[in-house]
């Protein structure tokens, strides 16, 4: 039981590596979740995992904020577009039409 548990934990650590942290690094949690359902360990498993989720997570931490913030640039660029040709459409609208 040990060789499996041992085996599930180097082939979710090379997962992890693999993915990148940045994709994965949330779902481990579930993963650990998983493997305290199958083998029956309790908190160990979860703990190990955990740190080496945070461990991972603070290493690359700088790179995940650069990602955060251009995403909400981007996200920012796209309502100001969306924002603009509501209002461009708005504009187009004659009062005269609206009803009584």
Known sequence: MITILLLTWFT??????YMGVRQCWYSLH????VLLGIFWLGYPVDLL???????????ELPALNEVSISHRMRKHQYDSKLAAFVWTEIRKIDPKHLGD
Do not use: N, P
């Not at 579930?30 to 979740?33: E, F, G, V, Y």
């Not at 995992?49 to 290493?59: C, N, P």
């Open 30 to 33: 579930w993963i650990s979740k």
């Open 49 to 59: 995992l955990g740190a080496t989720v945070l461990t991972l997570y603070f290493r």
């Open 12 to 17: 979710i650590v090379s997962f992890v590596v």
